[in-house]
């Protein structure tokens, strides 16, 4: 298995609402990050999670809460957000620094 | 602190010309990757190529190739005999270190169309 699963692939939220995003990978990797991209813009750096203790958090609000249950699962937890929080929300894994792999990402529409 | 420079925002090729995206970065690292993803209109981050700082040769997968100046600091990537389903955005990415981990860094991106 090389995939990094995202579910799910579109949300629509309200701002009172509270929702997950998942990730999961079965590829042994150790490493486990959370990325948000607005249209157009190159993907920018939320979470590191390296041997599912947190890492880096790149000052995100505290809106958005990561968690990482076990080695092969990372969660973004979401929670009273703002309509400029709608983005593509991409999940990565890597081993060794050279084999970063993407999950096909999440669209949220916060409403 | 790293950076990435993609100075070309769009890029326009017909079928089967090769083109050329440049990407420079600055690093004070001796030891660093760089690596080009493409991005589809769904959104996946599909993982093109790679380059480590110490190999000695260019890297190549298939139709793609990574012309590497290290002196000039640039990575750009070749992509021989365009296709149609080339058409997509295109990212050269620096893996960063510092003291809390490390992560991949990325440019601005280069929207590709490839035309009939």
């Known amino acids: 298995d090389t995939e990094v699963t995202q579910t799910p692939k579109h949300l629509v939220m309200g701002m009172t609402n509270k929702k997950s995003l998942k990730c999961e990978q079965h590829?042994?990797?150790?490493?486990m990050y959370w990325y948000k991209q607005k249209a157009k813009k190159p993907p920018e750096l939320m979470f590191v999670?390296?041997?599912?203790?947190?890492?880096i958090n790149e000052s995100v609000p505290s809106r958005f809460s990561p968690e990482c249950p076990n080695s092969s699962l990372l969660n973004l937890h979401l929670h009273a957000l703002q309509p400029e929080d709608s983005a593509l929300y991409l999940c990565?894994?890597?081993?060794?620094?050279?084999?970063?792999?993407f999950g096909s990402g999440t669209r949220l529409t916060v409403v | 602190a790293q950076k990435i420079t993609q100075t070309q925002p769009g890029m326009f090729v017909q079928e089967k010309e090769a083109v050329t995206l440049d990407c420079t970065y600055d690093?004070?690292?001796?030891?660093?990757?760089l690596f080009w993803y493409k991005q589809p209109s769904s959104g996946e981050m599909i993982f093109l190529i790679y380059?480590?700082?110490?190999?000695?040769q260019n890297a190549t997968e298939g139709r793609y190739s990574l012309n590497f100046q290290k002196a000039r600091k640039s990575a750009n990537l070749v992509i021989s005999a365009s296709q149609l389903g080339d058409s997509a955005m295109y990212f050269c990415?620096?893996?960063?270190?510092?003291?809390?981990?490390?992560?991949?860094?990325f440019g601005k991106g280069t929207t590709l169309s490839v035309s009939s």
């Open positions: 990565a894994s890597s081993q060794r620094d050279r084999g970063y792999t």
């Open positions: 690093t004070s690292d001796q030891s660093y990757g």
């Open positions: 380059q480590g700082s110490y190999d000695e």
């Open positions: 990415a620096m893996r960063e270190v510092n003291q809390a981990g490390t992560a991949l860094i």
């Open positions: 999670y390296s041997y599912e203790k947190l890492s």
């Open positions: 590829m042994g990797h150790r490493a």
